[in-house]
């Protein structure tokens, strides 16, 4: 696989998250107004998901878009989003694995918290090098989508030449996910649709991505996740490396698949 080096552009994100639409309709309902019975959410009053979908969305490239919301709302600019399979993404989290300074510094001065992927990003080696020698084990972290702390150093540009001198030293600071290139002979065994249950929701579609790779979705789900073959019958979750998704049986078209979390909490039978 490879991996970002610059600041992620719209059409690259939408690569990375395929299926996301970001609605200008939800962007314009941030406007001061006065609000009318229809306009309350049946989420409230929790934040829809439209809108944190919006702000994550746009936090990966619209530092004008995201300005305008979260000068009107600032408890948007915590927001957060499970793709699938626990590979959850907040607005900061967008902007710092794209290399969005600017986004970054207005979702902070309205409340998001960076994490040790944000200050890798901006430049803040002190803090880095005081978590990494605190735990050695933040050096091999993950954040969204899998990436890692040094492509997190990477894309913060010039600012951040300091943090990638320093995880330099560490080889495990920039290790990716494992993943094999999946050949066309073995894609069309996994594909197919796959029930879990009676409903008409309780689907899984398996499909061909636009970058090659197997990916899964459910029927009103925000976009198909991508997964890593690791051979056989066996895949890991994008951005969730402990979620496994096994199809059976390991060789010719598959009949079922299970997923573990470690443990199996779905079970599905091809149709």
Known sequence: MSIHTTAVGRRTFLAITPGLVCAPAVLARHS????????????????????????VGRSHFDAEGIEKIVSARP???????????????SALGAASHTGRRAIAEILIAHGARPDLFTHAMLGHVDVVRAACESDPRLRSARGPHGFTLAHHARVGGDEAELVREYLAQFPDADTLAQEIAIPDSERERFVGKYAFGSGDNDRLIVSVSSRERIQVDRPGAPTPRELRWQGGGVFTAMGAQSVRIIFEPPEGPASSLVVHDPDPIVRAERL
């Open 75 to 89: 408890a948007l600019a915590k927001a957060s989003i499970d793709w699938g399979f626990g590979d959850w993404e």
């Open 32 to 55: 001061p107004s006065r609000p009318s019975p229809t306009d309350v959410s049946g989420d409230f009053p929790r934040h829809s998901f439209d809108e944190a979908r919006e702000v």
